[in-house]
């Protein structure tokens, strides 16, 4: 079947470390994107891939990073520098909208990788 | 911080009942607005979305209602079910040469009581 998967589901951190979350799709879409979910804030943008080997800053990206070495693939780094890393987070993938395509630029989620620092 | 502010955070109602989620965003630049259906423990999944050259669309039970002067659009739920009970989130999209972004709301949890 098609679609967005993240692992892991679960996990959690010391203070201090790195930990990368997975996430990687076979919709053979050309953009990804990482949100993170906290109560009452809504989903926000930490970093966006249009193509490979190219990503943005979204408007949170500060204590991540991020690379786009393969199409299908397009992991998270929550790093040392993060102040507040427990979160929820959602990546998720999509073809290109513009304004004249028929598609709508749906994004289409993964089922979310919980992380909680101790 | 949010360019589209989105209430209530949370809204009950019993079956068959209408809840409406409202949404305000600031930019006009704005070309799409989506609106995002989450169960818990799930990814968002799209639910329906609108133009801003269209003053309502409507999807099954679900419609979207759109006022451009104010800059506001509303999402309500007809004939509501327990299966609708979700969080949902309203967004506002961009859609640039470099590619589109998204700016969801802070979402509403809705519990349809049976």
């Known amino acids: 079947d098609g679609g967005i998967t993240q692992s892991p589901k679960y996990l959690f951190r010391k203070e201090g470390q790195n930990v990368t979350l997975s996430c990687e799709q076979n919709?053979?879409?050309?953009?990804m994107y990482w949100y993170r979910q906290d109560p009452g804030q809504g989903l926000r943008l930490i970093y966006y891939?249009?193509?490979?080997?190219?990503?943005q800053k979204g408007d949170i990206a500060e204590g991540y990073s991020v690379s786009r070495e393969k199409k299908e693939s397009f992991p998270l780094t929550v790093t040392s520098a993060q102040k507040n890393p427990t979160a929820f987070y959602l990546c998720?993938?999509?073809?290109?909208?513009?304004?004249?395509?028929?598609?709508?630029?749906?994004?289409?989620f993964g089922e979310g990788s919980r992380l909680t620092v101790l | 911080q949010q360019q589209v502010k989105q209430s209530p955070q949370s809204l009950i109602v019993q079956k068959g009942g209408i809840p409406i989620i409202n949404c305000a965003y600031e930019n006009t630049a704005f070309d799409y607005f989506p609106w995002y259906q989450q169960f818990p423990g799930k990814g968002p999944a799209l639910l329906i979305a609108i133009r801003p050259d269209v003053s309502e669309k409507k999807e099954g039970r679900f419609t979207i209602s759109f006022n451009k002067s104010a800059k506001q659009f509303s999402l309500h739920i007809m004939d509501s079910q327990p299966g609708d009970s979700a969080t949902y989130f309203c967004a506002d999209e961009m859609i640039k040469a470099a590619g589109n972004k998204l700016t969801f709301g802070g979402g509403t949890r809705v519990l349809v009581k049976p």
């Open positions: 919709l053979n879409h050309d953009a």
């Open positions: 891939s249009q193509i490979v080997n190219d990503f």
């Open positions: 998720a993938s999509s073809m290109p909208h513009r304004r004249t395509a028929p598609n709508t630029g749906e994004l289409f």
